[in-house]
């Protein structure tokens, strides 16, 4: 069984930039959430996608945008970067919208400069 | 406005004895608790859950239990050891709306287990 996985590990951007982070999820499951991680705190969730749809969201401003595609791998697309994205962000997979239980995978850790 | 709160950033413990994490939550529709162990370089890791409809869950040395009257729970490691040494996030879910369910996390204990 193939796990979440995460690319790329890490990345440095320089504020204004745009950055596109990927993630597989684990076999078998159609949802996925993403997560920003900071310094000392909590994940804090992003937002959900199941069948390719966004049906869910935390309070994130729109230029954190979002995909899945039919083989339920994600994208998250961050625009115009703010050195408070400065993160890890974290891609979690489950087999359905509705439980709780979240498989995450190892997390993107994006520095903005 | 912390959801979901662990008051003890760290915790120290002898290899063998309880370790006794602690979170309490705020919000009353929260059905679903969990904890995630997490060590450095890695993403969190899944470890027990217990729905709101009970009390007490185990499993192997890991034990979580709730009250829901105190919005409290704690998780019992027994024996602790030194493998257990990482950060322990709580986390909460509720059913939103389009049906997703998010989690909201603490901000984690940093356990460590001394040999």
């Known amino acids: 069984e193939t796990g979440v996985t995460q690319s790329p590990t890490h990345l440095i951007k320089t504020r204004g930039q745009q950055v596109t982070l990927r993630c597989s999820s684990q076999?078998?499951?159609?949802?996925v959430s993403w997560y920003q991680q900071a310094l000392g705190q909590g994940p804090q969730f992003i937002f959900q996608?199941?069948?390719?749809?966004?049906?869910g969201r935390g309070n994130f401003p729109p230029r954190f945008s979002g995909l899945q595609f039919p083989n339920y791998s994600s994208e998250l697309n961050v625009n115009a970067l703010e050195l408070d994205d400065s993160a890890l962000y974290l891609c979690?997979?489950?087999?359905?919208?509705?439980?709780?239980?979240?498989?995450f995978g190892e997390g993107s850790r994006l520095t903005v400069l | 406005d912390q959801q979901v709160k662990q008051n003890s950033p760290s915790l120290s413990v002898q290899e063998g004895r309880i370790s006794i994490l602690n979170c309490d939550y705020t919000?009353?529709?929260?059905?679903?608790f969990l904890w995630y162990k997490k060590y450095p370089a890695e993403g969190p890791t899944f470890l027990i859950s217990i729905s709101s409809i009970k009390d007490k869950n185990e499993d192997g040395r890991f034990t979580v239990f709730l009250n829901k009257s105190a919005k409290h729970l704690s998780l019992h490691i027994v024996p602790s050891q030194p493998g257990d040494s990482a950060v322990y996030f709580c986390?909460?879910?509720?059913?939103?709306?389009?049906?997703?369910?998010?989690?909201?996390f603490g901000s984690g204990t940093q356990l460590t287990v001394l040999p």
């Open positions: 986390a909460a879910s509720e059913i939103s709306s389009g049906s997703a369910r998010q989690l909201t």
């Open positions: 076999s078998g499951h159609n949802t």
């Open positions: 979690a997979s489950k087999a359905a919208a509705n439980t709780g239980e979240l498989f």
């Open positions: 996608y199941y069948r390719e749809e966004e049906n």
């Open positions: 919000n009353s529709m929260f059905d679903y």
